[in-house]
């Protein structure tokens, strides 16, 4: 649950949209299935786009781990083969600059931390060149490959003290798991074959979080320098204080580039001294993302007419060209922005980016990305003008199995907005029947609803039940006007949003209105308390996960506390801005709430604490609400493992059959 400018973390917490097209009749999609599932992330292409290395993460059920490897596809035949085997915890691909070397970072079993491999292609075996005491967060080749800059958080200075439980803590903008000082991260420089590291940085303020803001290091072409997001401190609850600095590599001389609030992700342009930066359009935390461009000392917004939050960008060569990626209605795009004139959207078919972009000298893209009907494969683009192909198949089990048609939804909403929605039909479904539905709402708040795959949403489908999933004001796909709205309304309009879309799917003549469940997790749970308690007689059950129902409470004690300032104007605790805070909080309508209502959460949650969902499980206990409230062992905002992923998704539907069946 946050704001514009923390979008970098909320991709977990949103559970997004699922589609597909009917199949012949086979099995559905069900629970045993989430372990098939192979996970794609960090593709690299290598500067001569002809191979693309990426990580693959397999399910490891008994021991219930994700494992990872790497792999390597070669662009022209799509033949892949493994360079990886029983390494831990790997990040962060990276070529070198020739392409001879592929870098990355992995667990190293005798420094028990992250450290920095280097694979050379042409054979042998992987070296670790760092030996960093507290591990490597981040790393970036130079241009001309002889240097490795990584990012590393500092020591403890007084260890001994801390033993001696002399570790007192002074509270500033901490959430309240915290349990010790964190030190902050600074830059190094090493050999790109290993040897002693040259410090860069150093100082209170940090180049990432305790809740893992990390910033790319991006080298200006000639090697003197490198860029980066400077926050205030390590704490995530300032990353609102963030600028755009740099170090020159020789004398380690900080220097800021670009002193305006909130922006981050700075990379430079191929062969240019042109950076590119994203930030909060107009720097209003309420608005999408947009991307910045400093040239000459002068700062301009090559998207300013692109009336869409921007999720990711890269440079394409000639450093005159970005290439972007975000929602547009019920779909994830790529436009192609110019740095002078309008952007154009790219004719991806039915391929929907996600994740990170990565780019060759020639031009080529790769990217991860997936259909209606198909999880994440890897994908490669000749260049801006050629269409999307598939490069690998590793979750081709998905093709035999029967899955939900899907129709984007669109109707006007409160306030005259041009809302929309994703509506997945039933896998048995038939014509002239009614059924139940349930409403998974998208968290964030600023996130979307888009026809992407969603095992959860296919195991509802599988289960006889209309899915719908209600884009509302904030959602980041239908421009910035619609985004801004959530300010100072942030429960009553998204209500509004969702039950007028509610209404037209209505319409359809297919639901059977007396049996309607909603859910969702973090603002999606906050979005089911709310309509839980504001429409009390229209649910015949409910689901709320990690769900936000104390404004003041999330302010307080969550880890971006600042952040939540900015939907309402000031702090709770000043008398100023003291009743919207508490108006907006679900948990005043508790009381009203009828619909059995089952609760989940993490128990060292610091995005939506616990407590939150303790006091609305008293609270619907308290006046006689069948409920009932699970809790996993975890310090997360959602279960990261596979065992606890699928007990949530198997109480979620199964409380939805129980009630709606």
């Known amino acids: 649950m946050k704001p514009t400018s923390r979008l970098l973390l909320a991709a977990i917490y949103s559970l997004a949209a699922v589609s597909t097209i009917a199949q012949p009749v086979h099995e559905p999609f069900q629970l045993k299935d989430l372990r098939k599932i192979v996970d794609f992330s960090s593709p690299a292409i290598s500067p001569n786009g002809k191979e693309v290395a990426f990580i693959v993460s397999r399910v490891d059920w008994k021991k219930d781990k994700r494992v990872p490897q790497i792999e390597l596809a070669d662009v022209a035949t799509g033949s892949i083969r493994s360079l990886s085997y029983d390494r831990d915890d790997i990040s962060n691909l990276r070529w070198s600059p020739d392409g001879k070397s592929l870098g990355f970072i992995a667990w190293d079993s005798r420094s028990k931390k992250a450290q920095i491999f280097v694979m050379p292609m042409d054979g042998g075996d992987p070296v670790r060149i760092t030996d960093s005491r507290t591990g490597v967060s981040e790393f970036s080749w130079s241009p001309d490959g002889h240097e490795i800059a990584f990012v590393a958080q500092d020591t403890v200075p007084n260890p001994e003290a801390v033993r001696h439980h002399e570790d007192a803590f002074k509270v500033t903008e901490n959430d309240y798991t915290v349990r010790a000082a964190v030190e902050p991260w600074h830059i190094w420089v090493v050999p790109a074959e290993g040897g002693t590291p040259k410090r860069l940085t150093e100082g209170t303020w940090s180049l990432n979080t305790n809740k893992g803001m990390m910033t ?24 609102w204080g963030s600028t755009i600095a740099r170090v020159n590599v020789a004398g380690g001389k900080v220097g800021t580039i670009v002193p305006d609030t909130a922006s981050v992700e700075p990379v430079y342009a191929p062969g240019s001294g042109i950076l590119a930066f994203m930030r909060p359009r107009d720097g209003d935390l309420n608005n999408g993302n947009a991307v910045y461009v400093e040239e000459n000392g002068k700062i301009f917004n090559p998207t300013r007419d692109l009336d869409r939050n921007i999720d990711q960008f890269a440079w394409l060569p000639g450093g005159r060209r970005l290439l972007l990626t975000g929602q547009k209605g019920t779909r994830s795009v790529m436009w192609l922005q110019p740095l002078n ?5 790219l004719n991806l078919g039915e391929v929907m980016p996600g994740g990170i972009l990565s780019i060759s000298d020639n031009g080529a ?3 991860v990305g997936n259909t209606p ?24 089990f998905v093709d035999s199995l029967s899955l939900g048609k899907v129709e984007s939804v669109n109707w006007t909403g409160p306030g005259g907005f041009k809302e929309d929605g994703v509506l997945n039909y039933p896998v048995s479904y038939e014509s002239g029947k009614k059924y139940p539905m349930v409403l998974v709402i998208h968290g964030g708040p600023e996130g979307a609803s888009t026809v992407n795959f969603s095992s959860l949403v296919q195991l509802l489908c599988a289960r006889g039940f209309f899915v719908f999933q209600p884009n509302y004001r904030g959602s980041t796909n239908l421009g910035n006007a619609y985004q801004h709205a959530l300010y100072r309304d942030t429960g009553k309009g998204p209500g509004e949003d969702v039950m007028a ?22 603002y999606g749970g ?17 689901v709320e996960g990690a769900a936000l129902n104390d404004w003041v409470m999330d302010y307080t004690i969550s880890f971006y506390q600042a952040g939540d300032t900015y939907f309402f104007g000031g702090s709770p605790w000043v008398k100023k801005y003291w009743n919207i805070w508490r108006d907006q909080s679900p948990i005043i309508f508790a009381p ?22 303790y006091e609305m499980f008293h609270a619907l206990q308290d006046n006689g609400v069948q409920t009932e409230f699970y809790v996993y062992p975890a310090n997360s905002h959602f279960p990261g493992d596979i065992v ?18």
Do not use: C
């Open 216 to 239: 790319p290091l991006s080298w200006i072409p000639d090697g003197s320098a490198i860029a980066f997001a400077r926050f205030p401190d390590v704490w995530y609850g300032d990353v």
């Open 341 to 345: 004139g309008p952007a154009k959207e």
């Open 365 to 367: 893209i790769a990217f």
């Open 373 to 396: 009907n198909h999880p994440g494969e890897l994908y490669v683009m000749n260049s801006v003008e050629s269409i999307p192909r598939r490069l690998t198949d590793f979750n081709s």
């Open 501 to 522: 879309g509610l209404a037209k799917v209505e319409a359809t003549g297919m639901i059977n209105k007396k049996l309607i469940g909603i859910s969702g997790w973090s």
């Open 526 to 542: 906050y979005m089911t308390s709310w309509l839980n308690g504001y429409y009390p007689d229209k649910w015949k059950a409910a």
């Open 592 to 613: 009203r709430v009828k619909a059995p209502t089952l609760i989940l959460g993490d128990a060292g949650d610091s995005n939506v604490p616990i407590v939150n969902s």
């Open 644 to 661: 606890h992923t699928t007990d949530v998704y198997r109480r979620w539907a199964d409380w939805m059959v129980r009630y709606l069946k």
